[in-house]
């Protein structure tokens, strides 16, 4: 998909911050970098909040980022007064183990029907060595 997906053309990162306050994305500071024409990029510290007792990051952290980023791009895409869109399967392949700095994610969509979205999601290192391939299908409702 190389053109523009957004509902709105007004997208920030600022309101999407503001969007995201007291959630599990503010707890484990997931900070979105980019808003691209298609797609939505954000990063997460590897930190005692998202390693394992091997001080390698959590699959499960990997699948947080996996999940936030593929649901607020989704979101993202519909008009949020009369749709949202909730996770309904995530797939993640775990690459690599990270162990410092911070993990980058980039959400793809592959589909975005009427009634479901499909999204790939790729975590990498900031060395650009890949971590995580996850796949989130996206169930799309009417409010």
Do not use: Y
Not at 63 to 68: K, R
Not at 107 to 126: C, D, M, P, R, Y
Request: glycine share 8%; net charge positive; charged share 20%.
């Amino acid at each position: 998909m190389n053109k523009r997906i957004w509902f709105r053309d007004d997208l920030s990162i600022n309101g999407i911050e503001r969007w995201s306050k007291d959630t599990m994305v503010d707890h484990l500071d997931i900070r979105i970098t980019e808003i691209g024409e298609n797609f939505l990029s954000g990063s997460m510290p590897v930190d005692h909040r998202t390693v394992q007792p091997q001080r390698r990051l959590h699959g499960g952290a990997s699948a947080v980022l996996a999940e936030t980023l593929g649901s607020i791009a989704a979101n993202l895409t519909l008009n949020q007064e009369t749709h949202v869109a909730f996770g309904q399967t995530l797939f993640c392949q775990h690459l690599r183990p990270a162990t410092t700095g911070r993990v980058i994610g980039t959400a793809h969509a592959i589909h975005l029907g009427k009634t479901s979205q499909v999204w790939e999601i790729n975590i990498k290192t900031e060395e650009g060595k890949s971590v995580c391939s996850s796949r989130l299908t996206m169930a799309v409702v009417k409010k």
